[in-house]
């Protein structure tokens, strides 16, 4: 088992418990309003004054968040997650809002296709890509499937100065922007021992200068960006970029 694959447990305990997001939302019309979403809707009609006609993927779609709120803006919207619960939800809540998305089980990790999109969208998914071989290979398939004009959206945790918050009794340690965390002992992770607890590599929490520096190594530059600071907790980098094509 991969280390993300735990999130299928996540939504077949949401589904169980009639909740249509990650963060627990109830009211699936609330998708609409979920705090991703009112990002993207601050400049989304700067880049896409029409949305009709033009495509977007969602990555790391989950409950299908972003890709259902694309949808209903006009866009073609697709949208990946690893967990087949998690597309298993975001086709329900597509049944539900009457709205066309189409969810696909894919590891983005994995990912080779190559259909093109005038927007992809990170939905918080960036950050549970721990390695630098994935991540580099994630931004490589970006690059891959962004049209020539197209937009990348991210919106992903970055180091804070107080983490404070963050570290709980699940969430043990934060190496080298790496957090660590416990999990149950049956699953197939990448163990370690520290004060007696075993913990895995669970999310990567870079400071914005090196999130900064990642991008522009992999040819992204940042046109449009925001900074939202949470107390004691990791702080939000939200931004819009195009592929560096110099
Ligand atoms: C923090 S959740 C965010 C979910 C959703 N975008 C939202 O905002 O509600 C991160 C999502 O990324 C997915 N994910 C993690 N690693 C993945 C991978 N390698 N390929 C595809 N999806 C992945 C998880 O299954 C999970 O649904």
């Given amino acids: 088992m991969k280390y993300y694959e735990m999130h299928d447990e996540v939504y077949k305990g949401l589904r169980q418990r009639g909740m249509v997001t990650w963060d627990g939302q109830v009211d699936v019309e609330s998708i609409y309003e979920h705090h991703i979403n009112l990002e993207l809707n601050k400049n989304i009609s ?9 495509s977007a993927l ?7 968040t972003a890709a259902l709120f694309l949808a209903r803006k006009g866009f073609s919207a697709t949208g990946y997650d690893i967990s087949s619960e998690a597309i298993q939800l ?3 809540n597509a049944l539900k809002l009457d709205v066309q998305a189409n969810f696909q089980v894919q590891d983005i990790c994995e990912y080779s296709g190559n259909n093109k999109f005038d927007l992809v969208v990170d939905s918080s998914f960036l950050h549970c890509i721990v390695h630098n071989e994935e991540r580099s290979h994630i931004y490589s398939a970006i690059r891959n499937i962004l049209k020539s004009e197209g937009y990348l959206f991210i919106h992903t945790m970055i180091a804070a100065q107080d983490m404070s918050d963050l570290l709980s009794k699940e969430h043990i340690l934060l190496e080298k922007d790496i957090l ?5 002992d049956s699953w197939d992770m990448e163990w370690k021992v520290v004060d007696g607890k075993r913990v895995f590599p ?8 090196d999130l900064e520096e990642e991008l522009s190594a992999h040819q992204f530059k940042v046109v449009d960006k925001v900074v939202k ?3 004691r907790g990791p702080s939000t980098y939200i931004a819009w970029l195009r592929v560096n094509h110099e």
């Fill in 202 to 209: 669970h999310r990567r929490i870079l400071s914005q200068v």
């Fill in 180 to 184: 660590w965390s416990t999990g149950k």
């Fill in 229 to 231: 600071l949470n107390e």
């Fill in 46 to 54: 700067k880049y896409f004054p029409k949305a009709k006609g033009k």
């Fill in 58 to 64: 969602d990555l790391g779609t989950g409950s299908g």
């Fill in 90 to 92: 975001a086709n329900e």
